[in-house]
């Protein structure tokens, strides 16, 4: 990770630049960073939400995480539910920490910031599990996932308005090193 430094994030403070990142990792347009700046204001309300960044020495941010204890009261649980319970695997959606966003910086990817991010955040979770949703594709976020003791609970999953459909992973907590 050379002098990436993890730690505390006020996201809402820096929503900006983390959107920022996500806009170069993720492809977002001018629009979608708009929409999910208010999406990521209104989670960080949420009971237990929090967020780490990843910071070069002069305070840029390169990465970002952020996460919550899942509500089945969430629009993101009520979409995913019918499919998870069409697997049998809806009850990993009680007692579990959801990973919201993971996003790094692509000039700073394969240096373990995601890794270390994701580790950091669910290390201090309560829950026993954690899930999270990606784009239904080999990437290399699904490859780290795995080896961290992510599995598909549930795919394709459809979300409104996403164009590609996405697969619901879970582990269980700690996840692996």
């Known amino acids: 990770m050379d002098d990436i430094v993890v730690g505390p994030l006020d996201l809402a403070a820096r929503v900006d630049d983390a959107l920022a990142v996500q806009a170069l990792a993720f492809g977002l347009t001018a629009d979608e960073i708009g929409v999910r700046r208010h999406i ?15 910071t070069t020495p002069g305070g840029r941010l390169v990465g970002f995480v952020y996460g919550m ?11 995913v539910e019918p499919y998870l319970r069409a697997t049998g695997t809806d009850g990993w959606l009680d007692n ?6 993971l996003h790094v910086h692509p000039d700073f990817q394969k ?15 309560n829950e026993p599990r954690s899930i999270l949703s990606a ?10 996932y795995r080896t961290l ?11 409104p308005s996403a164009p590609s459909p996405y697969v619901v992973m879970g582990a269980p907590l700690p996840l692996l090193g």
């Open 40 to 54: 990521v204001l209104r989670h960080l309300t949420s009971p237990g939400a929090r967020a780490l960044g990843a």
């Open 69 to 79: 204890p899942n509500d089945r009261g969430h629009w993101w649980s009520g979409v």
């Open 96 to 101: 579990a920490f959801v990973i919201t966003e």
């Open 111 to 125: 240096r373990r910031i995601g890794r270390n991010l994701i580790t950091a955040l669910t290390s201090s979770a």
């Open 135 to 144: 784009i239904d594709t080999e990437s290399p976020a699904r490859a780290l």
């Open 149 to 159: 003791g992510y599995r598909d609970l549930a795919r394709p999953v459809h979300f």
